[in-house]
């Protein structure tokens, strides 16, 4: 169903055309960077060049030296190593960096990843004596344990090093985990690290770099895991840009590098995983990880056990790599089909409730026979639909368990924090959170989470919103220019595609209906004698509005096709506006 939005136009820059003649690009490209106050033309080029030797040193970032150093005195002791990852895709990729680091520098390591149903997310206490156990002397978390202060008990009373890794929030107020060494980009250290956004896999690369120092023992690393640390940033790239994190600064140079280095790797795993998604040979972009590959990952935590993919990602052979990468594929058909029904489901409730009225500022959605696995996807979507904050409850003989989407502007983790009384557990971070509760508690807890975000949302954060680069005609969106905007990416959080505004084009041709079931439609526009052809996603009920001649603003993500065997510009339409007649 289409949804109009509201239009955030930035003025044209009269600057655009000055950084323009300096970098020799597009004032397009230009007018972007600007709005990116990205006004320092070498700030500017390094933008568009990023470069792996603008990475922060590792050991700038908080407790890796000390985690690196103790790691390395494991390798050196033979002492038994498990990483402890999550059971999303950047749980997985962060466990898979570091078992690769330590493998290579001759380490006994094994990993360990909890069933997202059965053990929920986070450092466990019944996991982590399993694993103790077992003969582990260091225990290393990837993406989870900020929040594990029992765990981190049992450890010390052990007798066993915890190293906790990760980049998630923690509860105010709260002592950190009493462990051998926590690694986290937001710790307090004696100068502030210079990406406090970096994820999970990002975390586990730089201490990956600085176990390779360790070992070394020098700042340059010996060749052979230098050429592991550019391999290894596929993996980080993957984590980086599943996990939603801003794709700025050194993640953005992780991203950009990570997803070159994705088409071209040599790690078995990853192979067979562009294989199954049909993308061998494909120049990779932050669409094809976020929409085809994470997915894939994603899918058998999701309704299965994520150590698959772990697997495929580290000790797989190539036959099995292949084989599990086919069973993920299977695994993803089911979630979408499981993902389906929920989302209908979570409409009729909303609709039917009236939640999604003004007053409402926050969803929060419980029913039994929901399954955990996929209820953070089906929240995202409702988010999308129905643009509020959504908290998914999948119920079970009396339990329940969560995933929460945001909004801009509402940080998840704080509004959970202050409804803690009803849950039995919380953890995650500004936009994507997880909870545990008591059924007998969800009332009680959407009242207090509704209340918290109509203090804390206005009704403009409510209004679907799209930010538009600027001005621009149709003739200017030749195939250079819009393959010059492509190096504006990878694009994720805080760095989105460029949308412009076309102001007054004309409809050229009688739009064609599309898809499936007709809900899209397909038109040419033209301006100043140049046509383009459009797809406008999910407003077929637009079609009789557009009469052929008539005048239309247009909302548009300019991108290239090279169907016809050459580059050509398309404009894929995010929203349209009917001007007043003169």
Sequence with gaps: MYHPKCWHITPNHAEAKALAERLKISPVVAQALLNRDLTDPAAASAFLQPKLTSLAAPHLL????????????????????????????????????????????????????????????GLGCDAL?????????????????????????????RNVDLIITDHHEWHEGQPLPDCHTIVHPRLESEAPYP????????????????????????????????????????????????????????????????LNNLKQSSLTGIRALIESASLTGQKLNSTHVGFLLAPRLNACGRLGHAALAVEMLTTATAERATEIASFLESQNRERQSVERTIFEQAVELVQEKGWDSDDGRALVLGSEGWHAGV?????????????????????DNGHGQGSARSIEGFHLARALAACTSH??????????????????????????????????????????RLNLEGTVQIPQLTTAVVEDLARLGPFGQKNPRPLWYIEKATVAVVPRRVGRSAEHLQLTVSQNGVSMKCIAFQMAELFDRLAVGSAIDLAVEPDTSDYTGRPVVELKIKDIRFPAPN
């Design 62 to 121: 908080p407790g890796a030296a000390k985690a690196a150093a103790r790691i390395a005195k494991a390798i050196r002791n033979r002492e038994k190593i498990v990483v402890y990852g999550d059971y999303d895709v950047d749980g997985i990729t962060a466990t898979s960096i570091l078992w690769h680091a330590i493998t290579l520098l001759g380490g006994e390591v094994q990993t360990y990843i909890p069933h997202r149903i059965d053990e929920g997310y």
């Design 129 to 157: 004596t399993q694993i103790i156990d077992g003969g582990a002397k260091v225990i290393v978390t990837v993406d989870c344990g900020i929040t594990a202060a029992d765990a981190a008990r049992i450890a010390r009373a």
């Design 195 to 258: 990406n406090p956004h970096l994820c999970g896999a990002g975390v586990a690369f730089k201490l990956a770099w600085a176990l390779g120092q360790a070992v070394g023992g020098a700042e340059r690393v010996d060749p052979a895991f230098r050429i592991f640390l550019v391999e290894a940033t596929a993996l980080a790239a993957l984590g980086t840009i599943a996990d939603v994190v801003p794709l700025i600064g050194e993640n953005r140079a992780l991203a950009h590098f990570g």
């Design 375 to 395: 209820i953070g996807i089906v929240a995202s979507r409702l988010v999308e639909r129905f643009g509020r904050p959504t908290v998914m409850i999948a119920l």
């Design 423 to 464: 849950l039995d557990s919380h953890g995650g971070h500004e936009m994507a959170a997880g909870l545990r509760i008591q059924t007998a508690c969800l009332e009680e807890f959407r009242a207090a989470f509704r209340t918290f975000a109509a203090t804390c949302i206005t009704e403009e954060m409510l209004q679907p």
